[in-house]
C-alpha cells in the first residue's frame, strides 16, 4: 500500500507535534485507512504521543489499547492510569 498524499500530509503535522494529527494516524493505522497497512503497534504509539500532550480522545483510545492489549501489552491498570485523569476526575 502507499500511503495517500492526505496521510504523509497528516504524518507530517503529527511529526510536528500536532495532537489531532497525532490521533487520527492512530485510527488511521488502526483500521488500515488512507493507503496504510493496519498496525496495532503503530496506532497504539501514535494515540501515546498525542495522550501526553493531554489530547483526551487519545488518552481515551490509549485506554482501549491497554483494555484489549492492542498493539500493547494488555493491562488493566495503565488502562485505569489512561482514562481516569479525564473522565473519573480523581
Do not use: I
Request: net charge positive; charged share 20%; aromatic share 10%.
Amino acid at each position: 500500500m502507499v500511503p495517500s498524499e492526505v496521510a504523509k500530509h497528516t504524518r507530517r503535522a503529527a511529526e510536528g507535534g500536532d495532537a489531532t494529527a497525532q490521533v487520527t494516524l492512530g485510527w488511521w493505522y488502526r483500521q488500515g485507512l488512507e493507503g496504510l497497512v493496519q498496525d496495532d503497534v503503530k496506532a497504539a504509539a501514535w494515540f501515546r504521543k498525542a495522550a501526553d500532550l493531554g489530547f483526551a480522545n487519545a488518552q481515551c483510545q490509549l485506554a482501549v489499547c491497554y483494555c484489549t492489549g492492542q498493539g500493547v501489552a494488555q493491562s488493566v491498570a495503565l488502562a485505569v492510569k489512561w482514562v481516569k485523569p479525564k473522565y473519573l476526575n480523581l
